[in-house]
């Protein structure tokens, strides 16, 4: 969003205005024009969750090395800047030049959470887009959906123009283009959807009318006119070699995966029976190493982030995995990044490869059981039994994890009370094991959410078990591991999974309790504070709708809702792995069986042999600033943190500061142990929404470095709003920077505050307030300047503008102009 004055009111009422303002390092702001073509990229939650999006950044990436393509975010609101956004008439807009939705072209959404839905209902209506398709014009964007939770589109059918089923890399560009052509060739609306729906992948939904089918009470979608019956997803074929993005945004906020995350892999070959994801991103397809290598390797440098990850379904099955993990720890342990896996099963971790994510820092060891027993692993196609946990525990408490993560379902098909009894007697086991090594409990957190028969897997016809019935699982779990004090067991709220259920398994009868939910207020139902259940029985009552009907059993014979949707998985493999697992019988994974044998997907082209694995050196990086020392210098910088920056807590000016200096190449003493991190010495942090002119750190370093060179590369390595403006080499009897300050001075513009004299009001507070006695004071063209004591020993500027001016949140009309330090006695 842009920031107008209006905006800056707004911002100043909100939780978390950084959310809102864009500016962050690699943000891509071309100048709109007419000539454009302009997509909104629209992500149906909070920011932080948004930003750690694969899908997202690689869109904007490859939109935006169009030259006549603009691809800008937008997030979902939270309720209190939606709250003030109604209030003051003003649209949602996006991020980088704060286009109001309405205006681009195409609004596309990521749909990853079924409830994110009401979200979208909500950045349509802000964004002053008509709600249902139907009722968009010719000057409206055209509004399309894309995602895992798009491969059951009928929910949404009635809000969204076209769904792009499958991988976009391919098919978003071309649609987009497709949309350019078409337009400037004068196509009207429904032309255009016509025309769009014989892109491979796209589904437009007002081409197909909802019937009911058989006993089935649900609804399933009926082709109209030629419309097709089914619709392929799309498939990236190149995966291996296709480009990843290395020039990603870096989040000026904190988000929930706040690193450089590289796609290894895309699918997973090993068929969990519960899995959704496996069909959505069928097949599996591995990175080439030297893809990967490099990607990771040169985003760091353009991002400077101190983490980085290979990211997968199923990471243990990358084929060249421990030779990549070797060759990029071999460049990362140099600059104390760490290397994290994602869902590494026990069989594959090796001595090697543990000691190569080692080197650094500890990450997070997490093992996904999902059932406490090996019977009824097999029921669900989980590969893994219980010596693997166990040898996998050893490795982990041997290599000096503490914290061990371990995920649970309940509700599982064919599921018993022994079975939950196991859940129960594994954690027992692994906390006793972590004793027995570590010399002391180990900690674990024991996550128990609720199974979700999902469509598109060999589940798909069962129903999920009763509501009470789950709470007593979670209770019973909960009550056996309690007297445990190193274990934490989280419980993933039964009614947001019930909901889910009923979202991911619906038909077009959802549409309009959706609307009428969300005109009661539904909003972020998927977080655990925000949803809430009576108000959305209250919706189906009033739309006639049992929501239990889209949790029970489903026959085998009926057509299902999303029966449409090819995900490249046959509906006859799934019956048949259904029959499997009812048996209690595994199924080999897609590494371990020839597609003659399984038969069940159209797609063997994926299943080719690879080329052989080689990574190739990148050129080094460029020099450190400085000349290396023997001794370490300190250094004292002062900087501003202003524009944008205002809106970032000091926790994130930390990040984006120690990550600017990374990024220009500046070499700063690391802290010592698990996670080391730079060693830097910051001021008294500013409150949120507080400028400040001149701020003030301190950091060592074994280099010895220019004034002049400094400045040149640290302000071209920082997002807007954050400028160094000195770097002094202190001589070692100076005072830490703590010792140093010795007053503070603010300042604020009196221009349209209503009064005409404050100077007697600032005596009077002065004199009668306990511990204000030192407040300096002085009005110039009616800007005040207060000259204050170090933070504790007086009161706070905000505190002092408060009592003079009656003013509730003064902060957003504050500045710290300067931080007065003592002159060094050299």
Known sequence: MSEDPELRKILSRVEKPGRYVGGEWNEVR???SARLMKVALAFPDVYEIGMSYLGQKILYSLLNRDRDVLAE???APWPDLERELRAAGMPLTTLENGIPLREFDIVGFSLLYELNDSNVLTMLDLGGIPLRALERGEGCPLVIAGGPAAFNPEPLAAFIDLFLLGDGEEAFPEIVRSVRALKRAGCDRSSLLSELSGIDGVYVPSHYH???HGASPLVVPEPRGDAPSRIRKRVLRGFGRSPFPEKIVVPSLRVVFDRVAVEAARGCPQNCRFCQAASVYFPHRAKDPDVVHRTVVRSLRRTGYEDASLSALSIGDYPHLEGTVR???DEL???????????????????DLVENILRVRKTGFTLVPEAGTERLRKVINKKLDDREIEDALTFAFQGGWKLVKLYFMAGLPTETDEDLAAVVSLVRKALELGRSILGAPPRIHVSLSSFIPKPHTPFQWLGMEDEGRLLEKQDYVRAELRRHR?????????????LEAVFSRGDRRL????ARAWSKGARFDGWDDRLDPGLWRQAFDEEGVDFRDYLGALGREERLPWDHIDSGLSKAHLSRELDLALRGEPSPSCLERSCAECGGCELRFWKKPDRPARISALPAPEPRLGKPSEEMSRYRAVYSKRRKSRYLSHIDLIHVLQRGFRRAGIEVRQTEGFHPKMDLSYGPALPLGMEGLREVLEFRSARIMDEADFLARVNKALPEGVRFASLTRLDRSAPSLHDAMVKFIYSFDAEGLGRADLKPLLEGYRDSTPGAGNLE???????????LDPPGRGPRPQDVVRAVLGIDDPVFLLRRDEIVLRADPN
């Open 73 to 75: 975010r937008v997030f």
């Open 327 to 329: 060759c990029l720890m």
């Open 486 to 498: 190193s274990v934490e067991v989280k419980r993933h709220p039964v009614a947001t999974s019930v």
């Open 511 to 514: 549409g309009p309790v959706l």
């Open 333 to 351: 342990a140099q600059d104390r990044i760490s290397l994290s896996l994602s869902s590494l099963r026990p069989g594959r971790l090796s001595r």
């Open 777 to 787: 004071f002085d009005v110039r063209r009616r800007r005040v300047y207060l000259r």
């Open 30 to 32: 071309k100048r709109p």
């Open 210 to 212: 909802p019937v009911a």
